[in-house]
């Protein structure tokens, strides 16, 4: 809560910054920033507080999404470089602030305890990502990724709020325990005596079609890579981490408050759905011929393992999702920094180059780069000593540990298709590695190094030592 | 004993679930079957009222006032999103001259 | 009640004609109409306060942003549609199953009318009802629309603003 208030009046603050006309302060202070709500919302550590006419309700489980989700953002920041020196064609200012907006609306997402807030939530990030994915106003191919981010997500928002609607038609409240304990009252057996089942029903499946656009789980996912090719790479990669925890954490929080009576109506749904993201996810990204568009497919994928231990409902749910998150967030991170400053250093006729070629003989002159490259990709791959590796292993176990036999089934599915995914990830590798190229040396800036030092030290660390952090979730 | 409006009497809210949802349908098959970008964009704001038709109409026949104030919400999002997707139409159009989505081709779909 | 049965069909009637307009102006008046219909569905439903805000938000602000730019951007030139009919057919297709699912889900239930609802507050839909919840329980959301609107202005502004220097593609 008190991190909402905070980052809201910074965001004000950032587009104020902008008048001062001197570029460098702006990702200090965006920062600073990040940081100080990172202290305001450990301060509620412990406590379960319900705010504002039961608004928002704040538990250590939020608070942990909050705080992936902050670091995520305060690594996209520190790799943002302050978006160059153009003075004439970027707005950092306006950029910051409006990123700093919408991981108010990111925070609301995985607090809320009113479906307002959801639906604000949601919106202030969407409107957000709308504006950032078009930033790059000059290229065709950004204009194009935001007109279609822009169409799908208010057609999804639309879907969503039909849903919303219906539902509360069905149980008469907005609020999650609410409509919890409505639905509870509702339940399957009781569909003939109750008038409203059909109607609760079909609200509860249009809610989830628009939260799995957003997701960009399987049916639901022919936007992600066209828009996150399209936008500006800091961007996609804040997409990647920050929206799809976000999105993640409020699918869970409401299947799990709101609607876990009815598991028979959304559970075998939601099982081929996970099925169909992993596969179409890892099976496309193996043919893709650029790396920004083949971690867009790996984002699908990394959807589809993501929604396996929301659905597996072990007690260990909670934490096998922070940990998967937070593993994927910095691999990602990594990854997109290290493809930014090598697509840059490639780029033809003022076009950054992003295909797999870019990185050819990326090891002979940027061996730091190369290892970088290295540590993520094997963690996004799920190899042991990596943190990706006990996210992967974290997730399977609880599909295991759940008695029903189907998840037995999508596990064995998600342990082929990382195996997949094996092969895919390691096409950057061989080309930084075997492939020959005449890549000279890359300039990093500190506080680039910095992080990249930070993200790559941090996958190995809590490769090695996973409890380090699994104990805090 | 206030007086209850006769639509809320005799119209059965079965016919009001039915109509948004047919509200609702229209435009689904707006944003489906036209590629102009801004009529795809007026079919979704379609979806939004046949939203809010629902919620006012749940509202009214159980006098509850919350469904009420959701629908301000939402008509202050439609209202945000409208500003932004016009500007970004309008950044398009600077660049190819047209809205149509089917000329925007670059990133195959 | 002929009244409601009426209002009822103008209603999908123009919002038809929206979609299948050939002219995106003649679009943009038929979901002008559509709008007053469901004005006067509010008007029905006893809730004063959300038709005039609905007439002066949809109607009056939203509508004319859409004719603005459509009229800015002079779109009549580029009228025929490049989709194909096959596309066109598996959408309206897609759009009917929806509506015949969910009728036939629905179709055996009945929710009743609100004529025995002993609790019936004819206040509900007036300013002032709605004013105090408003204000009262959803203040938090009320004010965070505003970060929305924020992002919103700031967005278009820097999105609509002409930029100077050649195009890359």
Same mark, same amino acid.
């Given at each position: 809560?008190?991190?909402?208030?905070?980052?809201?009046?910074?965001?004000?603050?950032?587009?104020? #910054?902008?008048?001062?006309?001197?570029?460098?302060?702006?990702?200090?202070?965006?920062?600073?920033?990040?940081?100080?709500?990172?202290?305001?919302?450990?301060?509620?550590?412990?406590?379960?507080?319900?705010?504002?006419?039961?608004?928002?309700?704040?538990?250590?489980?939020?608070?942990?999404?909050?705080?992936?989700?902050?670091?995520?953002?305060?690594?996209?920041?520190?790799? @943002?470089?302050?978006?160059?020196?153009?003075?004439?064609?970027?707005?950092?200012?306006?950029?910051?602030?409006?990123?700093?907006?919408?991981?108010?609306?990111?925070?609301?997402?995985?607090?809320?305890?009113?479906?307002? *807030?959801?639906?604000?939530?949601?919106?202030?990030?969407?409107?957000? *990502?709308?504006?950032?994915?078009?930033?790059?106003?000059?290229?065709?191919?950004?204009?194009?990724?935001?007109?279609?981010?822009?169409?799908?997500?208010?057609?999804?928002?639309?879907?969503?709020?039909?849903?919303?609607?219906?539902?509360?038609?069905?149980?008469?409240?907005?609020?999650?325990?609410?409509?919890?304990?409505?639905?509870?009252?509702?339940?399957?057996?009781?569909?003939?005596?109750?008038?409203?089942?059909?109607?609760?029903?079909?609200?509860?499946?249009?809610?989830?079609?628009?939260?799995?656009?957003?997701?960009?789980?399987?049916?639901?996912?022919?936007? =992600?890579?066209?828009?996150?090719?399209?936008?500006?790479?800091?961007?996609?990669?804040?997409?990647? =981490?920050?929206?799809?925890?976000?999105?993640?954490?409020?699918?869970?929080?409401?299947? @799990?408050?709101?609607?876990?009576?009815?598991?028979?109506?959304?559970?075998?749904?939601?099982?081929?759905?996970?099925? #169909?993201?992993?596969?179409?996810?890892?099976?496309?990204?193996?043919?893709?011929? @650029?790396?920004?568009?083949?971690?867009?497919?790996?984002?699908?994928?990394?959807?589809?393992?993501?929604?396996?231990?929301?659905?597996?409902?072990?007690?260990?749910?909670?934490?096998?999702? #922070?940990?998967?998150?937070?593993?994927?967030?910095?691999?990602?991170?990594?990854?997109?920094?290290?493809?930014?400053?090598?697509?840059?250093?490639?780029?033809?006729?003022?076009?950054?180059?992003?295909?797999?070629?870019?990185?050819?003989?990326?090891?002979?002159?940027?061996?730091?780069?190369?290892?970088? #490259?290295?540590?993520?990709?094997?963690?996004?791959?799920?190899?042991?000593?990596?943190?990706?590796?006990?996210?992967?292993?974290?997730?399977?176990?609880?599909?295991?540990?759940?008695?029903? @036999?189907?998840?037995?089934?999508?596990?064995?599915?998600?342990?082929?298709?990382?195996?997949?995914?094996?092969?895919?990830?390691?096409?950057?590798?061989?080309?930084?590695?075997?492939?020959?190229?005449?890549?000279?040396?890359?300039?990093?800036?500190?506080?680039?190094?910095?992080?990249?030092?930070?993200?790559?030290?941090?996958?190995?660390?809590?490769?090695?030592?996973?409890?380090?952090?699994?104990?805090?979730? | 004993?206030?007086?209850?409006?006769?639509?809320?009497?005799?119209?059965?809210?079965?016919?009001?679930?039915?109509?948004?949802?047919?509200?609702?349908?229209?435009?689904? $098959?707006?944003?489906?079957?036209?590629?102009?970008?801004?009529? $795809?964009?007026?079919?979704?704001?379609?979806?939004?009222?046949?939203?809010?038709?629902?919620?006012?109409?749940?509202?009214?026949?159980?006098?509850?006032?919350?469904?009420?104030?959701?629908?301000?919400? $939402?008509?202050?999002?439609?209202?945000?999103?409208?500003?932004?997707?016009?500007?970004?139409?309008?950044?398009?159009?600077?660049?190819?001259?047209?809205?149509?989505?089917?000329?925007?081709?670059?990133?195959?779909? | 009640? %002929?009244?409601?049965?009426?209002?009822?069909?103008?209603?999908?009637?123009?919002?038809?004609?929206?979609?299948?307009?050939?002219?995106?102006?003649?679009?943009?008046?038929?979901?002008?109409?559509?709008?007053?219909?469901?004005?006067?569905?509010?008007?029905?439903?006893?809730? %004063?306060?959300?038709?005039?805000?609905?007439?002066?938000?949809?109607?009056?602000?939203?509508?004319?942003?859409?004719?603005?730019?459509?009229?800015?951007?002079?779109?009549?030139?580029?009228?025929?549609?490049?989709?194909?009919?096959?596309?066109?057919?598996?959408? !309206?297709?897609?759009?009917?199953?929806?509506?015949?699912?969910?009728? !036939?889900?629905?179709?055996?239930?009945?929710?009743?009318?609100?004529?025995?609802? !002993?609790?019936?507050?004819?206040?509900?839909?007036?300013?002032?009802?709605?004013? %105090?919840?408003?204000?009262?329980?959803?203040?938090?959301?009320?004010?965070?629309?505003?970060?929305?609107?924020?992002?919103?202005?700031?967005?278009?502004?820097?999105?609509?603003?002409?930029?100077?220097?050649?195009?890359?593609?």
């Amino acid at each position: 809560m008190n991190a909402i208030i905070a980052l809201s009046l910074f965001g004000i603050t950032n587009l104020f #910054l902008g008048f001062l006309n001197n570029r460098k302060i702006l990702l200090p202070a965006t920062l600073l920033f990040v940081l100080i709500a990172f202290g305001l919302n450990l301060a509620d550590w412990n406590h379960e507080y319900y705010w504002f006419h039961n608004m928002l309700k704040t538990n250590n489980l939020s608070i942990n999404f909050t705080s992936i989700i902050l670091v995520a953002t305060a690594l996209v920041v520190a790799i @943002s470089r302050g978006f160059g020196n153009d003075e004439e064609h970027t707005h950092p200012a306006e950029y910051y602030g409006i990123l700093l907006f919408s991981v108010v609306g990111a925070i609301m997402m995985v607090t809320f305890q009113s479906l307002f *807030m959801l639906f604000v939530g949601i919106e202030i990030l969407s409107v957000a *990502m709308y504006v950032l994915t078009g930033s790059d106003k000059r290229n065709l191919r950004s204009n194009e990724a935001a007109l279609k981010y822009f169409l799908m997500g208010s057609f999804a928002t639309g879907i969503m709020l039909f849903g919303i609607a219906l539902v509360y038609g069905a149980t008469g409240s907005f609020d999650i325990n609410g409509i919890g304990n409505m639905v509870n009252q509702a339940k399957l057996q009781d569909i003939m005596l109750n008038p409203y089942g059909p109607i609760l029903y079909g609200g509860i499946i249009l809610i989830f079609v628009g939260l799995l656009f957003k997701i960009s789980a399987a049916p639901f996912h022919f936007w =992600t890579p066209d828009v996150y090719d399209g936008a500006p790479s800091i961007f996609t990669a804040f997409m990647s =981490t920050v929206v799809k925890t976000a999105g993640v954490a409020a699918t869970y929080r409401l299947l @799990s408050i709101s609607f876990p009576a009815v598991y028979g109506l959304w559970g075998n749904p939601l099982v081929y759905i996970t099925c #169909l993201t992993l596969f179409i996810g890892n099976i496309t990204a193996v043919y893709q011929q @650029s790396f920004k568009r083949m971690l867009a497919y790996s984002s699908i994928s990394h959807a589809g393992y993501l929604l396996i231990t929301v659905l597996a409902k072990t007690p260990t749910t909670n934490s096998s999702i #922070l940990f998967y998150s937070l593993a994927y967030s910095i691999a990602t991170i990594s990854a997109f920094a290290v493809l930014m400053v090598v697509s840059e250093a490639q780029s033809k006729s003022g076009k950054p180059d992003e295909s797999f070629t870019a990185l050819n003989g990326l090891a002979t002159n940027n061996p730091f780069l190369a290892f970088v #490259l290295t540590v993520s990709m094997l963690s996004l791959a799920g190899i042991p000593l990596t943190a990706g590796f006990f996210g992967k292993f974290f997730i399977f176990a609880d599909a295991f540990s759940n008695v029903s @036999s189907l998840f037995k089934t999508i596990a064995v599915v998600a342990i082929l298709m990382s195996t997949v995914g094996i092969y895919y990830y390691f096409k950057p590798i061989i080309a930084a590695y075997l492939k020959k190229g005449d890549l000279e040396k890359i300039e990093l800036s500190p506080i680039y190094k910095l992080t990249l030092i930070i993200t790559t030290a941090l996958t190995i660390l809590l490769g090695i030592a996973p409890d380090l952090v699994k104990n805090i979730f | 004993m206030q007086q209850i409006p006769d639509v809320i009497r005799q119209i059965p809210l079965n016919n009001y679930v039915w109509f948004s949802t047919a509200l609702f349908c229209i435009g689904i $098959i707006g944003v489906l079957t036209r590629r102009n970008a801004i009529i $795809i964009f007026m079919s979704v704001e379609l979806m939004l009222n046949a939203a809010n038709l629902l919620l006012a109409a749940f509202s009214s026949y159980k006098s509850d006032p919350t469904g009420q104030v959701f629908v301000f919400f $939402i008509m202050a999002v439609a209202a945000a999103e409208v500003a932004v997707g016009l500007a970004i139409i309008v950044m398009i159009y600077r660049n190819i001259q047209s809205i149509d989505v089917g000329i925007l081709n670059k990133l195959k779909w | 009640m %002929q009244f409601w049965y009426f209002l009822t069909a103008l209603t999908l009637i123009s919002a038809l004609m929206v979609v299948l307009s050939k002219n995106p102006i003649h679009s943009v008046l038929y979901l002008v109409f559509t709008f007053f219909c469901i004005s006067g569905h509010y008007v029905l439903l006893n809730a %004063q306060f959300l038709m005039a805000v609905n007439i002066i938000v949809y109607a009056g602000a939203i509508m004319v942003l859409f004719l603005f730019v459509i009229m800015m951007l002079d779109l009549r030139r580029n009228s025929p549609d490049s989709k194909t009919n096959l596309t066109k057919l598996a959408g !309206a297709v897609v759009g009917g199953t929806v509506l015949v699912i969910f009728i !036939a889900a629905t179709r055996k239930i009945n929710l009743g009318t609100g004529a025995d609802n !002993a609790f019936y507050n004819s206040q509900t839909g007036m300013v002032e009802n709605l004013g %105090q919840i408003l204000y009262r329980n959803y203040l938090l959301p009320f004010e965070l629309v505003s970060i929305l609107f924020f992002v919103a202005m700031v967005g278009a502004v820097m999105l609509g603003k002409r930029e100077a220097g050649e195009r890359n593609f």
